[in-house]
């Protein structure tokens, strides 16, 4: 009897024993769980804020080149200006320097009295003017 207690108290202390393991087990496989969902929600919370942060990179891209690009397009409009405003004053240049001789020829003394001559038909003191009729006025009288 004593040997058949001795027995049932081995067979308790194992039975005991398989359940204090399958309950370690279980509490470790529990943590391990626990830490593996903590590691994913991590994971995904990582993966959010690189996503956020991808979108800011991304939006600062796009709105640098949209910058840059009206900068470049500006840049070139400008550019075109430029070219036809230095064209537009070449021919004012040009035109400046061409009134400039008209001006000098005009006002010389030859010129004044080329024009006083023939338009006004002024003459020099002991000049004779002689007017001369083409035939076609002549023949119609």
């Known amino acids: 009897m ?14 005991t024993q398989k ?4 309950k370690e087990r279980r509490e470790t496989l529990r943590t391990k769980r626990e830490e593996q969902e903590k590691r994913q929600a991590e994971a995904a919370a990582r993966a959010k804020k690189r996503r956020k942060f991808m979108l800011l990179v991304i939006a600062v891209v796009i ?11 500006r840049i070139s409009e400008l550019k075109k200006e430029k070219a036809q405003a230095e064209a537009r004053l070449e021919e004012l240049q040009e035109k ?15 010129y004044i009295e080329q024009q006083a001559r023939t338009h006004l038909r002024m003459i020099y003191p002991g000049e004779t003017v ?10 119609g009288n």
């Open 2 to 15: 004593a040997q058949d207690l001795f027995k049932e108290d081995i067979l308790e202390n194992a039975i």
């Open 19 to 22: 359940q204090l393991e399958r």
């Open 63 to 73: 709105i640098a080149g949209f910058v840059f690009g009206r900068a470049v397009y």
């Open 96 to 110: 400046l320097s061409q009134l400039e001789d008209e001006l000098t020829r005009v006002t010389s003394d030859e």
């Open 130 to 139: 002689y007017i001369v009729v083409p035939p076609e006025e002549n023949s």
